[in-house]
């Protein structure tokens, strides 16, 4: 078993979360209804949350700044 603790993560299509491979909700997790991240920085680009069971990484954001910070990414104004 590969240790999993800054490994890949699974994720819960259904709930939109992801869990540690060692958590109990990814066996209670159908086959069809999980998908493997190869961490927990996909995961969470991929808009899932960390399970608050298992707790898992969960990086904080680092690509798209908030725009709080005063530093736009992407402009907002696209719709009419
Ligand atoms: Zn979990």
């Known amino acids: 078993m590969p240790n999993t603790a800054y490994g890949g993560v699974w994720g819960s299509i259904k709930s939109k979360s992801y869990?540690?491979?060692?958590?109990r909700y990814v066996k209670k997790t159908g086959k069809n209804?999980?998908?493997?991240?190869?961490?927990?920085?996909?995961?969470?680009?991929?808009?899932?949350k960390p399970c608050e069971v298992c707790r898992p990484p969960a990086p904080k954001l680092s690509a798209t700044k908030s725009p709080k910070n005063g530093l736009t990414v992407l402009p907002d104004t696209t719709v009419p």
Do not use: E, M, P
């Not at 209804?33 to 899932?48: E, H, L, M, P």
């Open 19 to 23: 869990h540690l491979a060692s958590c």
């Open 33 to 48: 209804n999980r998908i493997k991240f190869d961490s927990a920085v996909t995961a969470r680009d991929a808009g899932y």
